[in-house]
């Protein structure tokens, strides 16, 4: 399945892009998709999630669909296919 990624601020300036499409495997959750985007841009490495990986690093605000992920089941909310997935920085207003 297919989501598409939105950064904003330094987000969009560490991965060179302010959208991407990727693609994720079923049953893939948030904290799967946030892993992946730390290993594969290490600028983002400890923005998106906090160091113990269990929460997302300071107040970096997640959304679903305009919805913050912390409203559903966090980093466990599963992705699903066509998802709009927002990183925004919280000096950006979240």
Known sequence: ????????????????????????????TFGDLLSRLEARYPALDGRLLDPEGDGLAGSTVVTRNKT?????DGLETA????????????????
């Open 1 to 28: 399945m297919e989501v598409e990624c939105r950064f904003f601020g330094p987000f969009r300036d560490a991965v060179d892009h302010d959208r991407m499409i990727l693609s994720v495997e079923d049953g893939a």
């Open 79 to 94: 992705l699903s296919d066509g998802d709009i997935v927002r990183a925004v920085p919280s000096v950006y207003g979240g």
């Open 68 to 72: 913050d992920i912390r409203h559903l």
